[in-house]
């Protein structure tokens, strides 16, 4: 390994990853990986658990997708690298002591929050984000001690994206489907007596601009006790139109909606209707505060491709509305932030006018992608950490001691990596007890129960 002028094996790079989702261990595993510079990096997570979306996010039922922690573990175990969980940045870690302590910050905390349809009747009981139903159901400290009252027969899923599909999903399959995935137990157990009987998929433009995939789409209809329902006329496209398509993702799903649309209804228990062509403009109230249908419009696409309502309305009979727009990025303390935006401002990685600092993944780019795109977003970003630091530029922090002591004087309770092998391997012998992949631990002070050599 080639050592830089500043930096050398007896004087490490010192790096900070704010984030221990995909893009934080993607980051750390390219720093890790390069041979220019002598590292430690220290990845930190203000949960207890690392790996963000792929353990808060990705659907229960999607194990294959969760397969990606195995490499993630790898670079966790790798000696440069340290697990600071359960530290928040701003509180237990300052911005100050950070920049006293390492050469480099890369931001990597994802887009934690999401948008709004902006519609009268979006506070109603039984009207949230698809962001807190995921994180309910996938057993996220912050939501697992919600009362999720399950009530609603009917259920609008506002979004045709592919977290508007996992929701769905999870609404339309039984409870010995949900049990063979690591869905969270209190959400099993609730989901078990859901008398959910039609839930409705909303897209306001057509089947050639939804955004979801082939593979996601495709599972309405292999469900055991649900059938996909679509309306032939809003998956009707012209010559012109189905000429334009040239992303062969759409034109799968064109093909798997028309063979659905073809479908004589087989009587299931529940039923997934794909509506295409129409926009949520108002969520009724009971006259007690839920929600008592959703009023939609019907659209049509002007030239460009846009939907333009026609003034045509018909209302959906549902107790719930889950919207699913999109993502968006949370600022953090002292961190510069684009509010339009929802991202931290930055120019190919690099945050605008912080030396030093640096941001990966959907706080630097947005709430586009899926898993594996981050690798190359954050390495992207790192080789432009290490450019700065090939044209001096990075300067060694002045504090050369360990931040540690610094942060438990603070009163932080730090979570180490071995910690989270010992809650990791607790959570999978108690799911196999139950002849389930894992049994998640979802509250925090039960999870810092759980820690290595206790």
Do not use: C
């Given at each position: 390994?080639?050592?830089s002028?500043?930096?050398?094996?007896?004087?490490?790079?010192?790096?900070?990853?704010i984030?221990?989702?995909?893009?934080?261990?993607?980051a750390?595993?390219?720093?890790?990986?390069?041979?220019?510079?002598?590292?430690?990096?220290?990845v930190?997570?203000?949960?207890?658990?690392?790996?963000?979306?792929v353990?808060?996010?990705?659907?229960?039922d999607?194990?294959?997708?969760?397969?990606?922690?195995?490499?993630?573990?790898?670079?966790?175990?790798?000696?440069?690298?340290?697990?600071?969980?359960?530290?928040?940045?701003?509180?237990?870690?300052?911005?100050?002591?950070?920049?006293?302590?390492?050469?480099?910050?890369?931001?990597?905390?994802?887009?934690s929050?999401?948008?709004?349809?902006?519609?009268?009747?979006?506070?109603?009981?039984?009207?949230?984000?698809?962001?807190?139903?995921?994180?309910?159901?996938?057993?996220?400290?912050?939501?697992?001690?919600r009362?999720?009252?399950?009530?609603a027969?009917?259920?609008?899923?506002?979004?045709?994206?592919?977290?508007?599909?996992?929701?769905?999903?999870?609404?339309?399959?039984?409870?010995?489907?949900?049990?063979?995935?690591?869905?969270?137990?209190?959400?099993?157990?609730?989901?078990?007596?859901?008398?959910?009987?039609?839930?409705?998929?909303?897209?306001?433009?057509?089947?050639?601009?939804?955004?979801?995939?082939?593979?996601?789409?495709?599972?309405?209809?292999?469900?055991?006790?649900?059938?996909?329902?679509?309306?032939?006329?809003?998956?009707?496209?012209?010559?012109?139109?189905?000429a334009?398509?040239?992303?062969?993702?759409?034109?799968?799903?064109?093909?798997?909606?028309?063979?659905?649309?073809?479908?004589?209804?087989?009587?299931?228990?529940?039923?997934?209707?794909?509506?295409?062509?129409?926009?949520?403009?108002?969520?009724?109230?009971?006259?007690?505060?839920?929600v008592?249908?959703?009023?939609?419009?019907?659209?049509?696409?002007?030239?460009?491709?846009?939907?333009?309502?026609?003034?045509?309305?018909?209302?959906?009979?549902?107790?719930?509305?889950?919207?699913?727009?999109?993502y968006?990025?949370?600022?953090?303390?002292?961190?510069?932030?684009?509010?339009?935006?929802?991202?931290?401002?930055?120019?190919?990685?690099?945050?605008?006018g912080?030396?030093?600092?640096?941001?990966?993944?959907?706080?630097?780019?947005?709430?586009?992608?899926?898993?594996?795109?981050?690798?190359?977003d954050?390495?992207?970003?790192?080789?432009?950490?290490?450019?700065?630091?090939?044209?001096?530029?990075?300067?060694?922090?002045?504090?050369?001691?360990?931040?540690?002591?610094v942060?438990?004087a603070r009163?932080?309770?730090?979570?180490?990596?071995?910690?989270?092998?010992?809650?990791?391997?607790?959570?999978?012998?108690?799911?196999?007890?139950?002849?389930?992949?894992?049994?998640?631990?979802?509250?925090?002070?039960?999870?810092?129960?759980?820690?290595?050599?206790?």
């Amino acid at each position: 390994m080639s050592e830089s002028p500043l930096f050398s094996s007896q004087r490490p790079l010192r790096v900070a990853v704010i984030g221990s989702g995909p893009s934080g261990i993607y980051a750390a595993e390219a720093l890790i990986k390069q041979n220019e510079v002598a590292v430690t990096v220290d990845v930190y997570d203000r949960l207890p658990t690392p790996y963000g979306l792929v353990r808060y996010g990705v659907a229960p039922d999607h194990l294959t997708i969760k397969s990606v922690t195995r490499g993630f573990e790898k670079v966790l175990a790798d000696p440069r690298v340290r697990f600071l969980g359960n530290v928040e940045f701003g509180t237990d870690l300052s911005y100050e002591d950070a920049r006293a302590h390492y050469d480099a910050l890369i931001y990597t905390v994802g887009a934690s929050s999401d948008r709004r349809l902006g519609i009268p009747g979006e506070d109603l009981a039984g009207s949230m984000s698809a962001t807190e139903f995921v994180a309910w159901y996938n057993g996220h400290p912050d939501a697992a001690a919600r009362d999720m009252v399950l009530h609603a027969q009917g259920v609008a899923v506002v979004g045709v994206g592919n977290v508007a599909l996992d929701v769905t999903r999870i609404l339309a399959k039984t409870s010995a489907e949900l049990h063979e995935s690591d869905i969270a137990a209190h959400a099993l157990g609730a989901l078990e007596h859901s008398p959910v009987q039609d839930i409705w998929i909303l897209g306001r433009r057509g089947p050639a601009q939804a955004s979801f995939t082939t593979k996601e789409l495709r599972e309405f209809g292999e469900l055991r006790e649900a059938e996909p329902v679509v309306i032939p006329a809003e998956i009707a496209l012209s010559e012109a139109e189905e000429a334009a398509i040239t992303d062969n993702v759409k034109k799968k799903n064109v093909e798997v909606l028309r063979e659905f649309a073809t479908r004589e209804p087989e009587g299931k228990r529940r039923r997934v209707h794909l509506r295409f062509l129409v926009s949520p403009v108002e969520i009724l109230d009971d006259g007690q505060g839920h929600v008592a249908g959703l009023k939609v419009e019907r659209n049509r696409l002007d030239e460009q491709g846009n939907a333009v309502g026609t003034g045509e309305y018909e209302v959906l009979p549902v107790q719930m509305v889950l919207r699913s727009v999109g993502y968006r990025g949370v600022a953090l303390p002292d961190v510069p932030f684009d509010e339009k935006r929802g991202v931290i401002p930055n120019v190919d990685g690099r945050v605008e006018g912080r030396p030093g600092e640096y941001t990966a993944g959907w706080i630097k780019r947005g709430p586009s992608g899926v898993v594996g795109t981050n690798r190359k977003d954050a390495t992207d970003t790192v080789a432009q950490l290490l450019a700065d630091v090939r044209a001096g530029m990075l300067s060694p922090a002045p504090q050369a001691d360990d931040i540690e002591p610094v942060l438990r004087a603070r009163g932080a309770d730090i979570y180490t990596f071995a910690d989270w092998q010992a809650l990791d391997a607790h959570e999978v012998a108690q799911g196999q007890a139950q002849g389930r992949p894992r049994a998640k631990v979802v509250h925090r002070h039960e999870m810092l129960g759980h820690r290595s050599g206790r």
